[in-house]
Nanobody, 124 residues
Framework: QVQLVESGGGLVQTGGSLRLSCAASGETFSGFTMGWFRQAPGKEREFVGGIRWSDFYIFYADAVKGRFTISRDNAKKTIFLQMSSLKPEDTAVYFC?????????????????WGQGTQVTVSS
C-alpha cells in the first residue's frame, strides 16, 4: 500500500504561480509512474501531467503544456507540480497518483494509488 499526500494549493491571481507537492509513504515509489490529475465541480477528472520512472519521460496535457512543470525528488519520495501563468480554468482540486506498472499513461483508470487532493483557485 502506498499513501500519497498533496500540499501547496491555495488562492492565486490570474498569471500567478503555485508549486504543488505530493509526498509518498508506506511502500517505496521506485518503479512507479507518478501522475497529476485535476477535477473541477461538475467535470470529469482529467489528466494534467506525469513522469515515468524508467526513463524520466515527462508528459503533459495540451491544456497545461508550456506552463506546468513536473519534477521528482527520489530521496524525499516526493513529486512536484510547478504551475505558472495560471488561468481561471486551472481552478480545480488537484490529485497525485501512482501507477505500479510504470507504463507512463495518462489514463486515470490505470493508476493504483491516489492522494486526497489539494484545492487550487485562480481568480481574475
Amino acid at each position: 500500500q502506498v499513501q500519497l499526500v498533496e500540499s501547496g494549493g491555495g488562492l492565486v491571481q490570474t498569471g500567478g504561480s503555485l508549486r504543488l507537492s505530493c509526498a509518498a509513504s508506506g511502500e517505496t515509489f521506485s518503479g512507479f509512474t507518478m501522475g497529476w490529475f485535476r477535477q473541477a465541480p461538475g467535470k470529469e477528472r482529467e489528466f494534467v501531467g506525469g513522469i515515468r520512472w524508467s526513463d524520466f519521460y515527462i508528459f503533459y496535457a495540451d491544456a497545461v503544456k508550456g506552463r506546468f512543470t513536473i519534477s521528482r525528488d527520489n530521496a524525499k519520495k516526493t513529486i512536484f507540480l510547478q504551475m505558472s501563468s495560471l488561468k481561471p480554468e486551472d481552478t480545480a482540486v488537484y490529485f497525485c497518483a501512482a501507477e505500479a506498472t510504470d507504463w507512463g499513461t495518462p489514463d486515470a483508470s490505470k493508476y493504483d494509488y491516489w492522494g486526497q487532493g489539494t484545492q487550487v483557485t485562480v481568480s481574475s
